[in-house]
C-alpha cells in the first residue's frame, strides 16, 4: 500500500467508527475510548509507511487498538496507586461499579447495556475474542491472526468466555 496521506485519510475514515465501536467495549468508557481511538490513528500515521498490507487494515488497526488499551490500563493502575498510596491495593477490593451488576443490566429494558455489563465483567483477554468474533463477526483464523495466537487458543477463549457469560447471566436472571 502506497504511504500516502490521500489513502492513510481514506482508510481512517472508513475504519474509525468499528476502531471506537472496539474501543468503547474494551475499555467501557466512551471518553476514554475517543482518547485512545484517536492515539491509535496517530500510530497508525506513524507507521503507515511501514504496513505492508499482509492483513486487512483494520486486523493491522486492531493490533494497534490491543497495545494501547493494554497501556492505558497500566497507566490507570498506576495512576490510582501514586494517587491514594499504598491504601490502594486494599480499597479497589472496596471500589463500587459505575455499572449495574448483571443482576441489574438484565432488568433493564435495552438488551444491549446487558451485554455490554456482562463484557464489563470479564478479563480484558476474553472480551477482546468475543468482541472480534461476535461484533466484528471475525472467523477464529482472522481472530488468531490478529491477536497472534494459535486457533486453538482463540477457541479456548470463546469457549470459556461464553461459559462465563453463561453462567453470570443464569445468576443475573435468578437475583
Same mark, same amino acid.
Given at each position: 500500500?502506497?504511504?500516502?496521506?490521500?489513502?492513510?485519510?481514506?482508510?481512517?475514515?472508513?475504519?474509525?467508527?468499528?476502531?471506537?465501536?472496539?474501543?468503547?467495549?474494551?475499555?467501557?468508557?466512551?471518553?476514554?475510548? $475517543?482518547?485512545?481511538?484517536?492515539?491509535?490513528?496517530?500510530?497508525?500515521?506513524?507507521?503507515?509507511?511501514?504496513?505492508?498490507?499482509?492483513?486487512?487494515?483494520?486486523? &493491522?488497526?486492531?493490533?494497534?487498538?490491543?497495545?494501547?488499551?493494554?497501556?492505558?490500563?497500566?497507566?490507570? &493502575? &498506576?495512576?490510582?496507586?501514586?494517587?491514594?498510596?499504598?491504601?490502594?491495593?486494599?480499597?479497589?477490593?472496596?471500589?463500587?461499579?459505575?455499572?449495574?451488576?448483571?443482576? $441489574?443490566?438484565? =432488568?433493564?429494558?435495552?438488551?444491549?447495556?446487558?451485554?455490554?455489563?456482562?463484557?464489563?465483567?470479564?478479563?480484558?483477554?476474553?472480551?477482546? !475474542?468475543?468482541?472480534?468474533?461476535?461484533?466484528?463477526?471475525? =472467523?477464529?483464523?482472522?481472530?488468531?491472526?490478529?491477536?497472534? !495466537?494459535?486457533?486453538?487458543?482463540?477457541?479456548?477463549?470463546?469457549?470459556?468466555?461464553?461459559?462465563?457469560?453463561?453462567?453470570?447471566?443464569?445468576?443475573?436472571?435468578?437475583?
Amino acid at each position: 500500500m502506497e504511504p500516502s496521506a490521500d489513502t492513510f485519510d481514506a482508510m481512517a475514515e472508513a475504519c474509525r467508527p468499528r476502531v471506537y465501536r472496539a474501543a468503547c467495549l474494551l475499555l467501557d468508557d466512551p471518553h476514554e475510548a $475517543e482518547d485512545i481511538t484517536q492515539k491509535v490513528f496517530l500510530d497508525a500515521w506513524r507507521g503507515w509507511g511501514r504496513f505492508e498490507g499482509r492483513s486487512e487494515v483494520f486486523t &493491522w488497526l486492531y493490533t494497534i487498538l490491543r497495545r494501547a488499551c493494554a497501556r492505558h490500563r497500566r497507566q490507570m &493502575w &498506576w495512576r490510582l496507586f501514586r494517587a491514594a498510596g499504598a491504601r490502594t491495593m486494599q480499597a479497589l477490593d472496596d471500589y463500587p461499579a459505575d455499572c449495574p451488576s448483571p443482576g $441489574e443490566a438484565t =432488568s433493564v429494558s435495552d438488551d444491549g447495556s446487558a451485554v455490554r455489563a456482562l463484557l464489563k465483567k470479564l478479563s480484558p483477554g476474553l472480551r477482546e !475474542v468475543l468482541v472480534l468474533r461476535y461484533v466484528e463477526n471475525y =472467523s477464529v483464523s482472522e481472530i488468531a491472526q490478529a491477536l497472534k !495466537v494459535p486457533e486453538g487458543t482463540v477457541k479456548s477463549r470463546i469457549h470459556y468466555a461464553l461459559q462465563i457469560a453463561a453462567q453470570r447471566w443464569r445468576e443475573g436472571r435468578t437475583a
